[in-house]
Each structure stands twice: as C-alpha cells, then as structure tokens.
C-alpha cells in the first residue's frame, strides 16, 4: 500500500482552466504539506494543515486553495491556471507540526500549455 | 537571503567511483539538517539526518555525511557508487514546521 499517495501522476491543461490535485495518506498522520519543486528543482513549501487546520500558508496567489476534508486528506485546486504554474507538486505527510519524520508522495507533474 | 545550496547540478560518475556532494546552509544557530534521495519517479526519501553530536553521521545505503559547522557545510559521501546510485541528491535544514530544500545535484551513474 502506498503511504502517501497522489493523483493524477501526470497532467496537462491549458492556461485559464482550473485543475485539482488529491492527496491521501494512510499512515495516520495529523500534519499535511504541499510543496511546489519548480523548473529549477527548487523545493518551496505552500501549504501545511494539521488535523484540517491551516498552519502554513506561504506567499503563493490566492489561486491555490488547499482544502482537507479529514487529516487522511489534502486536495489542492488552482484556478485560471497559468504557464508558470508549471511544476511537479508534491504531497508529503508527518505525525505532527514539528515533526521532521516526513513521508512523501511521488509528486503530480503539472504541465500548462 | 536564508538558503541551502548546493554545488553541483549534475554529477557524472563511474561505478566504484567515490561520490561528494556539497551542500552549504545560511542559517545561524542550532540548525538539523538532512539529505533526502529521489530515485527516477519515485518520491523522496530519507538518506540521513543530523540533529547533534557526532558530526559524522551515517545513512542507508553506504551514505554518510560530515557537518563542518564553521563550514556551514553538509556534504554527502559515498565512497563507492553504484549504477543504481542514479537518482537526484536533495540537502535540507528542518526549521521546526517545514523544511527548506537546496535546489538537488542530479547524480548519473555510468556502468
């Protein structure tokens, strides 16, 4: 079974769409993240919840909006997508806030043409 | 700017060879630091970490690392690689909520 998982793997849409990404984690983790690695690898944090509470929400557009119906889950939409939305996103999870015992997902690769 | 770098982007390696990432922090204090591996589409793991103490630490897989604190460095060694070494090679420092990754050194191994 895998810990933390995302879907799609892979997606490609056009500029101005809207577009979601899901993430589930079966280990019984509190605190969820969302980081964006970018076209130069860099790895930025966006959003963590822990427990359905946002707890970080770095300077990303108000486009983004992270939504967790339950701790096992953490979606992320982005509205009028644009190109330099470009990038893979991973998901990751850990016990808690605080924690560095990270487990993450095998990232979504997001391509908008 | 607070930051992790590292110093190369793309290392090309024989098998046996032996392998030294660099990695180079700016932040001041206590600071607990890790390296992450990601092999061809799969997700990050960890490697090692280094909290305290010992400033050699040792991972999986034949890793370790050495903390030079008035180096700020935290660089990655292998002595011999191996072809399925091949993956991307990611430092980061911990800040309590949240990590903060260097921008990767892609690690080819040639057989």
């Known amino acids: 079974d895998t810990a933390v998982s995302q879907t799609p793997k892979y997606l490609v849409t056009q500029m101005g769409n809207d577009k979601s990404i899901k993430c589930e984690q079966n280990?019984?983790?509190?605190?969820m993240y969302w980081y964006k690695q970018d076209s130069k690898k860099f790895l930025k944090i966006m959003f963590s919840?822990?427990?359905?509470?946002?707890?970080i929400n770095e300077t990303v557009p108000n486009r983004f909006s992270p939504k967790s119906p339950d701790k096992a889950h953490l979606n992320l939409h982005i509205n009028s997508l644009e190109l330099g939305d470009s990038a893979v996103y991973f998901c990751?999870?850990?016990?808690?806030?605080?924690?560095?015992?990270?487990?993450f997902g095998s990232g979504t690769r997001l391509t908008v043409v | 700017a607070q930051s992790v770098s590292q110093h190369n982007h793309h290392v090309i390696l024989s098998e046996a060879a032996s392998l030294e990432l660099g990695c180079n922090y700016s932040?001041?204090?206590?600071?607990?630091l890790f390296w992450y591996v990601q092999y061809p589409g799969q997700h990050l793991q960890l490697l090692l970490k280094?909290?305290?103490?010992?400033?050699l630490v040792k991972g999986i897989k034949g890793f370790e690392a050495e903390f030079i604190k008035s180096k700020f460095s935290f660089n990655l060694r292998k002595p011999s690689v191996q072809w399925s070494d091949t993956a991307e090679y990611f430092c980061?420092?911990?800040?309590?909520?949240?990590?903060?990754f260097g921008p990767g050194t892609r690690l080819s191994v040639l057989p």
């Open positions: 990751a999870s850990s016990p808690g806030t605080g924690s560095y015992g990270y487990t």
């Open positions: 280990l019984g983790h509190d605190t």
């Open positions: 919840y822990n427990n359905k509470e946002l707890i």
């Open positions: 932040y001041g204090g206590t600071v607990n």
């Open positions: 280094y909290f305290s103490g010992d400033p």
């Open positions: 980061a420092v911990f800040l309590g909520q949240n990590f903060v």
